[in-house]
């Protein structure tokens, strides 16, 4: 089975700097989706980024980019130019590209907070 | 275009009655998913529908837990008794087909608290 692994269970970053999510997994699948979704108090959760695993290029979305290390099963999140916006739940997901199942296998999530 | 729609926002309720959520995906939206996401963890999927189809129920427990789609739009999901162990926020998504490519849509869910 699949997991996915947040370690920092909270995070703090100043406003303007950069922050970086850690996220492992353990697949044993070769084809497979991940992503970081936000999830504010509002609790919409938003996807911040997605990263198809047969890629080598790391996606990037405006100010969020990720470091995808496939054989080391990481793929962290990197937050640039914070913004008090930021602030939020940030989960790591994991998705098999077989099959029309949509399970999303979710982390514990790491809480970001963004210092004036 | 309006986004995943679900009432009520809260529900609080004494173990053993019964509950039901409501969702209204996304227009056009065919696939259907149901999140339980206990306080402190990330969301665990119940139930995928397509269309009114079940496509994955494997992590409903069925002895408690329904859900149905009719008529392929709209979706309830029903606890009947509730337990402690069921509070948490219920999350529906939808998304415009089932396959990976296509992004799920998250409600804001529904906080259910058990007492």
């Known amino acids: 089975a699949q997991t996915v692994t947040q370690s920092q269970p909270e995070m703090s970053v100043q406003e303007a700097e950069t922050v970086t999510l850690s996220c492992t997994y353990d697949?044993?699948?070769?084809?497979?989706?991940l992503f970081w979704y936000k999830q504010p108090p509002s609790r919409q959760m938003i996807l911040v980024i997605r990263q198809e695993a047969y890629k080598q290029q790391n996606a990037t979305e405006n100010r969020f980019s990720v470091n995808f290390q496939k054989a080391a099963k990481s793929f962290s999140l990197k937050i640039s130019d914070s913004q008090l916006g930021d602030a939020a739940m940030y989960f790591c997901a994991y998705r098999s590209a077989r099959g029309s199942q949509g399970n999303l296998i979710f982390g514990k999530g790491t809480k970001l907070s963004v210092k004036p | 275009e309006a986004g995943v729609a679900q009432s009520p926002r809260y529900k609080i309720i004494e173990k053993r009655q019964s509950v039901a959520f409501w969702c209204n995906p996304i227009?056009?939206?065919?696939?259907l998913y149901w999140y339980q996401q206990i306080l402190g963890q990330g969301p665990k999927l119940l139930i995928q529908f397509q269309n009114n189809g079940v496509v994955d129920d494997s992590q409903l427990p069925k002895d408690r837990f329904s859900a149905e789609r009719l008529k392929g739009v709209d979706s309830t999901l029903k606890i009947q008794p509730a337990k402690l162990e069921d509070s948490a926020v219920y999350l529906c998504a939808s998304s415009r087909l089932a396959g990976v490519y296509n992004e799920q849509f998250f409600g804001p869910g529904t906080r259910l608290t058990v007492l």
């Open positions: 227009s056009g939206h065919a696939t």
């Open positions: 697949t044993s699948e070769s084809d497979y989706y």
